[in-house]
């Protein structure tokens, strides 16, 4: 690999593709344990890093994530002095493997299919509830 490791510490979070490439690559990864890249470290897959503060941006739109500098040179310190367990690497690799655009593809048919069935059973509720109003009313 080209890096010997990738931070990553954004304050607002999106899928995080970065990470994504850096743990395809067996290239271990330091990030701020909040949104997707707290998802994308967990269960050991990098190192996560606390966040140190929190905000709601100007506008409302949700929160941001600043990262704690220590923990993070920490983090860093210990990759520069130990190197990343085998095990480690090789599960960011599978956790990334398994993420297919078929499989989101199909979760989100599934999603969609599943609002669909409870549209329908309400549909079904509003159309047979004046029914049974007249039925208990006689």
């Not at 606390?50 to 990262?67: A, Q």
Request: with cysteine; proline share 4%.
């Amino acid at each position: 690999a080209a890096a010997d490791a990738v931070m990553l510490f954004s304050k607002a979070g999106g899928l995080e593709l970065p990470i994504l490439e850096a743990m395809a690559c067996e290239v271990p990864v330091i990030g701020i344990n909040a949104h997707a890249i707290g998802e994308h470290l967990a269960d050991g897959r990098g190192y996560g890093v606390s966040p140190g503060f929190i905000h709601m941006d100007v506008w409302g739109n949700g929160l941001r994530y600043y990262v704690k500098v220590h923990e993070a040179v920490e983090a860093l310190d210990f990759l520069y002095e130990n190197k990343p367990e085998k095990a480690m690497l090789a599960a960011a690799r599978q956790y990334v493997a398994a993420r297919t655009w078929k499989k989101a593809g199909q979760l989100l048919a599934d999603i969609l299919n599943q609002g669909n069935t409870l549209h329908e059973q309400d549909k079904e509720k509003r159309t047979t509830a004046p029914a049974l109003l007249l039925e208990g009313a006689s």
